[in-house]
């Protein structure tokens, strides 16, 4: 391959040269006239050679030492030039467009994947404390951490960069009693405690952590309430005035971290931590009745709430925070069921990329609805699908602008080429914390240890700091 490569590029020869070659090997001159077939060289090269030469006779040390700042010279333009390239990638990226360089986590520009995604506006434009730096310190602690985790095969629940985002947020709150609403083997637990290793847990279940037979090893904590088989409420059954107030000595309850985990739609979940405290309270359909009785709720109700499971629209078994902030109007939301359309192709060819790329056809349900699950309101593990209006999703948008202080999403912990994760579409999540080519930082904080199955559940986990509708706080 190599040799008629070239031959490719070689000139073919005049008769006068053959005759020329033949006359060279026998030793005549051939009668050739030499300046017809040798090829002149270019005047800078005539005038190196000369130059060359020159010095080559009468200074040879001069040579020596121009030869060898030629090499320094040589050197330092292509430490020069590897500088100027991006960051060394141990794996090649699975898409160019994906691994954009993110100095800044905390840029707006840096939240929004190429279809766009949906972003959920607080009532004064609010964001969390930590920053970028602060999350990838709380990396490098938390992997050996994670590495003595008891339950090591964990396929059903939650994966390396939810257990880091539920740890992470949970040592900086600082909580003085933590809730949890679906416990599954009890890892979420396990995290909750590492990250305060002190504070009363509540756990909610209907099965107990050891209930799983045939499912591996349990988690069970010794300082922790569970609310599970026959003393099984659910959250919005229990009298949290006599549990927080009585049994635990709080009097503050924004004190209190609610974590919800058991597949439940967010927004019948999120009107259930908001009315909490109203004790007995009347089902009503006023939706301004309701607005007062939140109000009053929230003077000393939960305030600090983590989703997990935070489904993208067109996905996952419940209604979720993120398909009612995927709205036309909102930055990043909005779609187009015209099934040549864009962004019909897109999905289409993201489809055979990632395992949770939903095409058109299953986002967009009747009359183009494509709001939830093709227009669909999901619940309780999917036992349960409402159909929904579209001015009825926009109604549950604005409510949930109403109570909104504080929305954030968890990054996904590295870019895809360095987890090797193929289940989530990057395209429709927030850029990572460590991008795509940082394999150096991937490795320098120890992340390389894992098993590339631990990176595998990545469902936009959630915070949530949320005040009374109009209020200033």
Known sequence: MVESGLSVRRVPWSPQARAAEAAAASGGSGNVDESKTRKHASLAARLAKNVIGMLTLRRPRLVAGFLFLLVLLVLLVAVLIHLSLPGYRAFPSFESSLVDSIDDLDSSASEFGILGVPRCSSKHEKTVEWTSKDLLKGLEEFVPIYETRPIKNYKDGMGFDHSFGLWFMTRWLKPDLMIESGVFKGHSTWVLRQAMPNTPIISISPHHPEEYPGKGPAYVDKNSTYFALMDFEDFTSLDWEIYIMEEHGISDFSRVLVFFDDHQSHLKRLKQALKAFILHAQICTSFSFLLDRLKQALKAGFQHIIFDNNYDTGTGDHYSLRQICDQYYTIGGGHSCIRDDDE??????????????????????????????????????????????????????????????????????????????????????????????????????????????????????????????????
């Open 344 to 473: 019909a192709r897109i999905r289409e060819r993201r489809k055979s990329l990632w395992e949770k790329a939903v095409g058109i056809d299953e986002l967009c349900g009747m009359n183009n609805a494509w709001w939830g699950i093709r227009g669909h309101m999901n619940d309780n593990f999917n036992r349960s699908s409402e159909y929904i209006s579209y001015p009825e999703h926009v109604k549950n948008h604005r409510f949930l602008e109403s109570v909104l202080d504080v929305y954030w999403e968890l990054p996904p912990v590295a870019g895809p080429s360095l987890t090797h994760q193929t289940r989530y579409d990057p395209a429709r999540s927030p850029n990572p914390i460590i991008e795509d080519g940082r394999f150096d930082l991937f490795q320098r904080l120890g992340l390389t240890r894992l098993e590339a199955s631990v990176f595998n559940g990545y469902t936009q986990m959630v915070y949530l700091q949320i005040s009374a509708p109009d209020s200033d706080r």
